[in-house]
């Protein structure tokens, strides 16, 4: 059983910036997509980015793209969400997750993601 774990979240004044960090109790494998997603309070999960372990791609939410970025430690196992520009909407629960098995087409779509972690709380005040 893959156990995630995130990190790196807090409360940072609007314009700031955040690193958020997701280890695996085990190893991240070659076709795995590691993706974040976040939950606002009274909202749906919402896609955030995400990355495949191998190929290295990524993919942005619109409303992230430009101020966030995903990336791959290799030497450290982790996959980081380093998060500028912060803006009170921003505002949420941060999750990581992995599908083993990513298309192109899927990485957005949380179902697909068969792992989660705690998630941990990033807070933008204004």
């Known amino acids: 059983q893959v156990q995630l774990v995130e990190s790196g979240g807090g409360l940072v004044q609007a314009g700031g910036s955040l690193t958020l960090s997701c280890a695996s109790s085990g190893v991240f494998y070659a076709n795995d997509a590691i993706a974040w997603f976040r939950q606002a309070p009274g909202k749906e999960r919402e896609f955030v980015a995400a990355t495949r372990w191998r190929l290295g791609d990524k993919i942005y939410a619109d409303s992230v793209r430009g101020r966030f970025t995903i990336s791959r430690d290799v030497p450290k196992e982790t996959v980081n969400l380093q998060m500028n520009s912060l803006k009170a909407e921003d505002t949420a629960v941060y999750y990581c997750?992995?599908?083993?098995?990513?298309?192109?087409?899927?990485?957005?779509?949380?179902?697909?993601?068969?792992?989660w972690g705690q998630g941990t709380q990033v807070t933008i005040s204004s």
């Open positions: 997750a992995v599908d083993p098995s990513p298309t192109p087409s899927t990485m957005k779509n949380s179902h697909n993601y068969d792992y």
